[in-house]
Nanobody, 127 residues
Framework: QVQLVESGGGLVQPGGSLRLSCPAS????????IGWFRQAPGKEREGVSC????????FYADSVKGRFTVSRDSAKGTVYLQMNSLKVEDTATYYC????????????????????WGKGTLVTVSS
């Protein structure tokens, strides 16, 4: 059974950190580009950070550049999103998704159809 299951969300104060995890099961994560997306209430879903399958190149939205880091652990079949210096505006439900045959940049900015989605984990940044 193909699954992506996000975890690591929660409530954190502004300036704090969280690490999201997304283990994959039922398929080989190495064959896919992986992306983290988020959607806040009343807003469009946006690509936050993506990483390619071929060369490990990454893409970050301007709003998170320098604060978030995406990584993948092939041995564990897991992708991570390290989020530092969190801001109130980072509050959203975060989803991981995978897609074959794409670049990190295209995956994050072109609203492509994804092969698989997780169900999301809620991140709330509030004092």
């Amino acid at each position: 059974q193909v699954q992506l299951v996000e975890s690591g969300g929660g409530l954190v104060q502004p300036g704090g950190s969280l690490r999201l995890s997304c283990p994959a099961s039922g398929f080989n994560l190495d064959h896919y580009a992986i992306g983290w997306f988020r959607q806040a209430p009343g807003k469009e879903r946006e690509g936050v950070s993506c990483i390619s399958s071929s060369d490990g190149s990454t893409f970050y939205a301007d709003s998170v550049k320098g604060r978030f880091t995406v990584s993948r652990d092939s041995a564990k079949g897991t992708v991570y999103l390290q989020m530092n210096s969190l801001k109130v505006e980072d509050t959203a439900t975060y989803y991981c998704a995978v897609r074959g045959m794409t670049t990190a940049r295209a995956m994050c900015i072109l609203s492509l159809a994804m092969d698989y989605w997780g169900k999301g984990t809620l991140v709330t940044v509030s004092s």
